[in-house]
């Protein structure tokens, strides 16, 4: 019983939905979220299972905690609430569940695997 019980409890407490990706010196990285390389070939990965990792015009990878949607003037936007939407009206403006805030590197997540 107890073996089960263990079993069950690292099965629940692993990163199971997380993102893994190499680097271009062959290290892993690992995120919350979903990840991408930077044009160095650099892993970034977004805080939340339900956030953003994207690229931006200067090929920088920026994340958000919810969506992200690129802004009219090439600004990245995302949705402040872990999992929230975020959309382009019929008018061209963004809006987000919670909110908006410009999509960062600083929201990102640069771990190694297995630390």
Do not use: W
Not at 34 to 59: F, L, Q, T
Not at 60 to 77: A, F, L, N, T, W
Not at 92 to 104: D, K, Q, R
């Amino acid at each position: 019983m107890r073996k089960i019980l263990s079993l069950l409890l690292v099965l629940i407490a692993s990163p199971a939905l997380s993102d893994c990706m190499r680097d271009s010196r062959g290290d892993t990285f690992c995120g919350h979220g979903p990840c991408a390389k930077n044009r160095e070939g650099e892993i970034y990965c977004a805080p939340h299972r339900d956030g953003s990792a994207v690229r931006n015009d200067r090929a920088e990878v920026v994340c958000g905690m919810g969506s992200c949607v690129k802004g009219p003037y090439g600004g990245i936007y995302c949705a402040v609430e872990p999992g929230g939407d975020a959309l382009r009206n019929n008018r061209g403006e963004i809006e987000c569940f919670g909110g908006c805030e410009p999509a960062t590197t600083q929201l990102c997540e640069r771990t190694p695997a297995g630390k």
